[in-house]
């Protein structure tokens, strides 16, 4: 009996007790990473089947800044619903998943979001041949709309207030609205306009589509993590600032080295040069300098996956740095 | 040695302490299970509590053919539009189900080589293909219909497209109660008849026209009515206007997908169920009933299937439970049932898992014990009554 109650015990104390994320992450050799089923630009296996885009860098630069390595990462595909309760298990590490920062997921749901690596918006696509050229035009059309998203609820809001009607049809992946929308048993396709952009692409002729004017929400998008666990809330935190910074300070993947000699402190502290902030989130002194090296800066990353030059062209706009015009900002790295 | 055992060597009370451990057990497990989930709730600072089905729910449900449901409703709607949406599958492709299978069964036996081959071939392909792929290939094949600008039309009043078959939707206007009411009388009339039929045949051997006379009542008594009182009713025609038809009843592709997969599905169990039920009534039956010179349609009818019915029930049963279960697939295909709109979209927008899964899973309990609550009942109602 004595042995049965100590085997309980031994096991209660294995379900109950957490120790933090990033120990965790260490002592398992790789992060794991929960990222969307795909989303070209954001996340999707490229074309050697290598997982790329904007929220995939997020994975790997928080993947460098533990282990200095940007292979040590295992993506996670979830989808709209199985986003939250998969972070919540402990199954996956963080999200970088598209996902809007609001306060009920925040709040409620015990996430933290740790802040912006895209600032998005809700818009709509519809064919060129419907000859519609604003959202107010859509009273009675059948709508695509992925379940258990902020989108499903804006559009509700959007529609009520214009006072018009419209038919949802509830999709669970972008897949299966691309699905729909292409073979016509919805008009619209709504979602954040960044995801429009990557569906657009990815039909047979982009032309054939518009994506309305109205932006008719904020949809920050970020990384999150659960909530209470501040310690790697702070890793998932600065990796992404670092990036930022970086982009601030003018550092790239390319003259990152070259910035090792570098009269400016803050360049200096940022690569770990001076200073010990690696070790204040028990992270290595130059993990910094490793994700700019290994990922690039937030710009780098952006023109890659999502910029003007790729498929996507999603101009920078919102997402510019504060300094040009933009609204992206990290507080100072001091 | 006995003494040894001690308590041990008494049989109850080996009985009791046994019984007495499993329950302990199970209670410690349940206790274990319950105390962990809720300290990692609250250690996790994930709030609980069943307030949340008062809050408005904010998305809109577009197929809710029996509650009207807007975006301001409150959760606690979704749940009744959800169990409405998942009983409406259900029943209809149980009905389905049943009426498919008892052709096909019995076909099946037909000394008609060709078919009972093609019987066979649908059994074993409709069986072994999981039914999930076979939601899915119905709706890849539904949505593959022309667009609504290009529906087909059929008759002059039925819309054909991939947004759903789009019919006239009637309208009573007053005065068709009365025909309603009639229908409703003939249908007990005729119960009547049959019973005052039946008492007369063994009394007398004389046959009454049963069949002939209730179709009569059932049909031609309220038609005459409905044109006496001037035809109260009138269709609403759906008409093309901007996106999508406006007005009519649609039936959407995805229900219909729901329902085809559903009772294809479920039908080729049910037509190996009837099948094996025939196939146990002794073949003395058949032949002591021929010889007797009853026809083949009245041997069917009379003799093989209500002994046969004894063995297809219980059966038949667990494939009614089979296929409410089942339904729960619609998520694949969109169909707004109980798990899609309540156990999935307001379980994820309010973050409430373990509410709403609770709810979800106690509902099925309840549609299922209730399903084998009335089949129990119809079981007792045809099973051998000794006298």
């Not at chain 1, 695509?144 to 499903?152: M, W």
Request: charge should be neutral; hydrophobic fraction near 45%; include cysteine.
């Amino acid at each position: 009996m004595k042995k049965l109650l100590s085997i309980f015990a031994v096991v209660a104390f294995a379900f109950s007790a957490h120790a933090g994320t990033l120990d965790d992450v260490k002592n398992r050799g790789f992060l794991k990473c929960g990222v969307t089923t795909g989303l070209a630009g954001f996340a999707a296996p490229d074309d050697s089947g290598e997982w790329a885009g904007l929220d995939a860098d997020m994975c790997r630069a928080v993947a460098v800044a533990v282990f200095g390595d940007r292979s040590k990462v295992e993506f996670i595909t979830t989808t709209g619903k199985s986003r939250f309760p998969t972070l919540a298990s402990g199954e996956v590490d963080m999200l970088a998943r598209n996902t809007t920062w609001t306060i009920s997921r925040d709040v409620n749901l015990g996430f933290e979001f740790v802040g912006v690596n895209f600032y998005d918006g809700q818009g709509f696509m519809v064919p060129s041949a419907l000859g519609v050229s604003s959202a107010t035009e859509l009273d009675g059309a059948t709508v695509c709309i992925q379940t258990g998203t902020t989108t499903e609820l804006n559009l509700a809001d959007f529609f009520r207030l214009n006072g018009i009607s419209y038919e949802a049809l509830p999709i669970e992946t972008n897949d299966e609205g691309k699905e729909n929308l292409f073979a016509g048993r919805c008009d619209v396709y709504t979602t954040d306009a960044s995801g429009l952009s990557s569906t657009r692409a990815a039909a047979s002729n982009p032309d054939k589509w518009v994506v309305l004017p109205e932006i008719i929400s904020k949809e920050p998008l970020g990384p999150l993590v659960r909530h209470g666990d501040h310690q790697w809330g702070d890793v998932v935190r600065w990796s992404l600032n670092a990036m930022i910074i970086a982009e601030e300070l003018g550092i790239t993947s390319e003259n990152v080295d070259a910035q090792m000699s570098s009269n400016v402190p803050e360049v200096l502290r940022l690569l770990g040069v001076e200073g010990n902030y690696g070790e204040m989130l028990e992270l290595s002194n130059d993990w910094a300098y490793q994700i700019i090296k290994q990922i690039g800066n937030y710009s780098e990353s952006y023109e890659a996956n999502v910029g003007p030059d790729t498929p996507l062209e999603i101009a920078r706009g919102l997402n510019a740095l504060w300094t040009q015009g933009g609204i992206l900002y990290a507080p100072p790295f001091r | 040695m006995r003494s040894n055992l001690g308590f041990f060597s008494d049989e109850k009370f080996r009985s009791i302490f046994f019984q007495t451990l499993v329950v302990g057990l199970f209670a410690l497990g349940l206790f274990f299970v319950i105390s962990t989930t809720s300290y990692n709730l609250e250690k996790r600072n994930i709030a609980t509590g069943w307030s949340f089905l008062q809050n408005p729910a904010g998305f809109d449900i577009s197929f809710s053919p029996f509650l009207e449901f807007k975006s301001t409703d409150t959760h606690l709607k979704v749940y009744f539009v959800g169990v409405l949406n998942t009983l409406l599958v259900s029943i209809t492709g149980c009905i389905a189900a049943t009426i498919l299978g008892f052709i096909l069964g019995i076909v099946r036996l037909s000394s008609n080589w060709l078919l009972s081959r093609l019987v066979y071939i649908y059994v074993e392909f409709s069986r072994n293909v999981p039914l999930l792929l076979q939601i899915i290939l119905w709706y890849s094949i539904l949505i593959q219909l022309p667009r609504v600008k290009q529906s087909l039309q059929v008759l002059d009043v039925f819309y054909i497209s991939n947004r759903g078959l789009y019919s006239p939707r009637p309208i009573f206007e007053s005065g068709f109660s009365y025909v309603l009411i009639a229908i409703v009388l003939a249908f007990i009339s005729s119960f009547l008849i049959n019973r005052w039929a039946k008492k007369r045949q063994d009394k007398t051997g004389q046959q009454f026209p049963v069949f002939s006379s209730s179709i009569g009542l059932i049909f031609i008594v309220p038609l005459i009515l409905f044109f006496i009182l001037g035809s109260p009713l009138s269709f609403e025609h759906p008409e093309l206007k901007g996106f999508n038809f406006k007005g009519g009843l649609v039936i959407r592709p995805e229900f219909i997908a729901m329902f085809l997969a559903l009772s294809i599905y479920t039908a080729a169990f049910i037509s190996e169920i009837v099948r094996a039920g025939i196939m146990s009534v002794s073949k003395g039956q058949r032949e002591a009933s021929a010889a007797i010179g009853l026809k083949q349609t009245w041997i069917m009818r009379l003799i093989i299937i209500p002994q046969a019915l004894r063995v297809i029930v219980p059966p038949l049963t667990s494939q009614y439970l089979n296929l409410t279960k089942n339904s729960s697939l619609g998520i694949a295909v969109g169909y707004a049932d109980l798990v899609h709109g309540f156990g999935g979209i307001s379980l994820n927008q309010t973050g409430q898992a373990i509410e709403c899964m609770a709810i979800v899973m106690a509902t099925y309990l309840s549609i299922s014990l209730t399903i084998s609550f009335f089949m129990n009942i119809y079981n007792r109602s045809i099973q051998f009554k000794e006298k």
